[in-house]
Nanobody, 124 residues
Framework: QVQLVESGGGLVQAGGSLRLSCAAS????????MGWFRQAPGRERELAAA????????YYADSVKGRFIISTDNAKNTVYLQMNSLKPEDTAVYYC?????????????????WGQGTQVTVSS
């Protein structure tokens, strides 16, 4: 069993930064790819960023490209999402998820473990 616990969410002004953390227990991050999803009110959950098992591959949604950075620290079993130049439209609940695959997939069905989510609110 894998448990994922997110932290680091909060309220920030537009243009500010936040760093989300996702700590995993039950296995090491080096086994599979990891992703950060987000869901805004009234919208479908979407993949914001993902990183491959090796860490050499990353994916970013067009809406966050150039502003968000995903990274992992395998020694700490933690994946991070550094969010810079935040915009009000980044307001959402952010979820960490563990994939069943070693490589990146944008399909939510490929992610079998999920954290409880952390709220990010960006004020204008």
């Amino acid at each position: 069993q894998v448990q994922l616990v997110e932290s680091g969410g909060g309220l920030v002004q537009a243009g500010g930064s936040l760093r989300l953390s996702c700590a995993a227990s039950g296995r090491t991050f080096s086994s599979t790819a990891m992703g950060w999803f987000r869901q805004a009110p009234g919208r479908e959950r979407e993949l914001a960023a993902a990183i491959s098992r090796s860490g050499s591959g990353t994916y970013y949604a067009d809406s966050v490209k150039g502003r968000f950075i995903i990274s992992t620290d395998n020694a700490k079993n933690t994946v991070y999402l550094q969010m810079n130049s935040l915009k009000p439209e980044d307001t959402a609940v952010y979820y960490c998820a563990s994939s069943t695959l070693p490589f990146i997939s944008v399909q939510q069905i490929r992610y079998n473990y999920w954290g409880q989510g952390t709220q990010v609110t960006v004020s204008s």
